[in-house]
């Protein structure tokens, strides 16, 4: 294994594909969701004590998960749906997204590809999500604390979940 993670030609194991890509293995998917969970609680304590007291009030996924779902589809899930949702893509979707990216070609290398993960996760959420939702890009509208605190947080979440995959998948 080199060490941007990508599999080298001294490299006696051959990674599982599926129609041509990198896919993972089942302990690479446990790695990959002990990593986003680790990321995940980094975030969540990011968003609920330093956030406040520079922006105000804490970050809330499950609002703009509601929000969207209002706006789209005319219906609002519960708060208990809104936060399972987030909690699955945390742990779940954006690791094995970033998996799916960095061992398929859009590397730059560790530890970087954590840190941009984790930013273009923000992007993900209050660029795309929250336009869809009706609320402002990037909630720059919002005067940016928010918005500030968010891409601080998200790219905390995918430094740390990105490292914790990676020292797992490593040590395997």
Not at 61 to 68: F, R, S, T, Y
Not at 122 to 139: Q, R, S, Y
């Amino acid at each position: 294994m080199s060490m941007n993670g990508s599999l080298d030609a001294s490299s006696s194991a051959s990674p599982a594909r599926f129609a041509g890509l990198v896919v993972p293995t089942g302990y690479q998917l446990y790695a990959l969701a002990i990593g986003g969970l680790a990321g995940l609680g980094l975030w969540e304590i990011w968003a609920s004590v330093p956030t406040p007291l520079i922006a105000g009030g804490p970050l809330e996924p499950p609002a703009l998960i509601k929000a969207l779902f209002a706006y789209r589809l005319g219906f609002e899930p519960s708060d208990v749906v809104a936060k399972a949702l987030h909690y699955l893509t945390g742990v779940i979707g954006y690791p094995l997204a970033y998996f799916l990216l960095t061992r398929n070609g859009v590397s730059i290398g560790r530890p970087v590809d954590g840190w941009l993960w984790g930013l273009f996760t923000t992007f993900i959420a209050l660029g795309i999500f929250a336009p869809l939702a009706g609320l402002p890009f990037l909630l720059l509208a919002w005067g940016g604390q928010l918005t500030l605190m968010s891409t601080i947080g998200h790219t905390l979440y995918g430094a740390l979940a990105a490292y914790v995959f990676e020292l797992l998948n490593e040590r395997r």
